[in-house]
């Protein structure tokens, strides 16, 4: 995996028991295409002290949504002369990132979960702004506004989940799956600089994330790993950030 470690990372010492904790665990999987993150989120949604997968309201929230997407404008010169399609994600994520915090917040209203688990969470967008707008890179606005998003979620994540596989179990599982994506058609090497470009923009947003353990990460290699393994780990690390235990 090109010297991505797989290994368990977390904080020596839980963030918070169940009983001192006064909200749910805010979780996000990430990974390259391939890993196995959506079936590990359903896998894990079957328990009921997780809620998996947050979805933005856009009808209770269209007027954050407004004011987020206003907010976003001065960033828009810079993204436009990247070309038309990299303007509209652009400013999608951007928003996405600002809005996904009052999200999170409904969602853990309406659920009695000690754990909310994000799929395409605050650093799958970083990410997609690190590797397709360059974002994170240079000076100015398009910079100071990723730079700040990523400081934002370091203080309301508790946990990141980084799945991986060898880039050859990984070009094999997107060849053979139905969904589609950029890359199933590309060569070996083509797919090996797809993943390596995820996997640095996971380096640099984790690495700063975890600085001082404010965020928490766990590796998790799925090459031959049973989705129920996987959760059985997972629920096992959360249970020590504090979900409560199954009696």
């Known amino acids: 995996m090109n010297g991505t470690p797989l290994s368990g990372s977390a904080p020596p010492s839980p963030v918070g028991s169940a009983a001192r904790r006064t909200r749910p665990l805010i979780v996000e999987i990430v990974g390259p295409a391939g890993a196995g993150k959506t079936a590990l989120l359903r896998t894990l949604s ?7 997968g947050v979805r933005i309201d856009r009808v209770r929230q269209f007027g954050e949504m407004l004011v987020h997407s206003v907010a976003v404008l001065p960033i828009a010169l810079t993204l436009l002369s990247q070309g038309w399609k990299r303007l509209w994600y652009g ?6 990132l600002r809005t996904l915090p009052r999200a999170i917040v409904l969602a853990a209203a309406g659920a009695e979960a000690d754990a909310i688990l994000l799929d395409e969470g605050p650093v799958f967008s970083l990410a997609r702004l690190s590797v397709f707008q360059q974002a994170n890179q240079g000076e100015g606005r398009l910079a100071d506004a990723w730079h700040a998003e990523l400081d934002r979620w370091s203080g309301l994540l508790d946990l990141v989940i980084w799945t991986d596989a060898p880039d050859a179990v990984l070009a094999e ?13 590309g060569s070996d090497a083509e797919v090996a600089v797809f993943l390596e470009r995820y996997r640095q923009a996971y380096r640099e947003i984790l690495g700063s994330l975890t600085t001082g353990k404010r965020v928490g990460m766990v590796h998790l290699d799925t090459t031959g790993l049973a989705v129920d393994a996987a959760a059985e780990r997972m629920l096992a690390e959360l249970e020590r950030l504090g ?3 199954n009696a």
């Open 173 to 185: 599982r997107i060849r053979s799956r139905l969904k589609r994506h950029q890359i199933k058609g």
């Open 46 to 52: 079957r328990d009921p002290r997780v809620h998996a």
């Open 243 to 245: 979900l409560r235990r």
């Open 91 to 96: 400013l999608l994520h951007f928003v996405r």
